[in-house]
C-alpha cells in the first residue's frame, strides 16, 4: 500500500460554510441596529442634514440625493437603514460589493430598485470596476469577513 506525499504547509480547506435564513436575518437586524443606532445619538442628531449639505456642494452633477457605498453589504441592514426616508432621505441611493453567496456570503434580504449590488469578492475587486460613478459617493460604510473562516462544525 503506497501513501501519497502529504504537501508541505498545505491544511485541509473545509467546505464553504453558507449561513442559513435565519442566521443571514439575525446578522442583517444586528447592522441595521447598530446603525440606527448611531443615527439616534444625540451627537449625529445633524449627521444628516451634514450629509445632504456635502453632497449638494460636492456635486458636479444634478444628482438628486446623497449617493453611498456599502463594501460587504449582505444581507443589507446597513444599507436598508440609509436608505429611510428619515436618514438619508427618499432620493439617495445606495451601491453595495459583497461577497458572492456560493462562494460563503451572505444572501441579501432587502431588494430595493435604490440599492444597486454588485457580488465581487473585496479582495479582488479594483475601483475601476465598481458600478458607482467616480467621486459621486458621500458616504462609504464597510463590514466585511469571510464567513468561511467562522467555518461552524
Keep these: 500500500n503506497i501513501q501519497k506525499p502529504r504537501q508541505k504547509g ?17 446578522h442583517y437586524h444586528k447592522s441595521f441596529g447598530v446603525l ?21 456642494a460636492a456635486s458636479t452633477e ?30 439617495s441611493v445606495g451601491y453595495g460589493v459583497s461577497l458572492p453567496p456560493q462562494l460563503g456570503g451572505f444572501q441579501m434580504a432587502v431588494t430595493t430598485s435604490r440599492l444597486c449590488v454588485q457580488f465581487e469578492d473585496l479582495l479582488q475587486v479594483n475601483s475601476c470596476d465598481l458600478m458607482c460613478i467616480d467621486n459621486s459617493i458621500d458616504i462609504c460604510v464597510a463590514d466585511a469577513q469571510y464567513l468561511s473562516n467562522m467555518f461552524k462544525p
Design 10 to 26: 498545505r491544511k485541509p480547506q473545509p467546505e464553504t460554510y453558507l449561513p442559513n435564513y435565519q442566521e443571514t436575518l439575525v
Design 36 to 56: 440606527q443606532e448611531l443615527f439616534d445619538h444625540r451627537d449625529f442628531l445633524n449627521f444628516e442634514q451634514e450629509i445632504h449639505d456635502c453632497a449638494a
Design 62 to 91: 444634478s444628482l438628486e440625493g446623497p449617493r453611498f457605498l456599502d463594501l460587504g453589504c449582505a444581507p443589507g441592514g446597513f444599507s436598508a437603514c440609509l436608505l429611510q426616508d428619515h436618514i438619508l432621505g427618499p432620493m
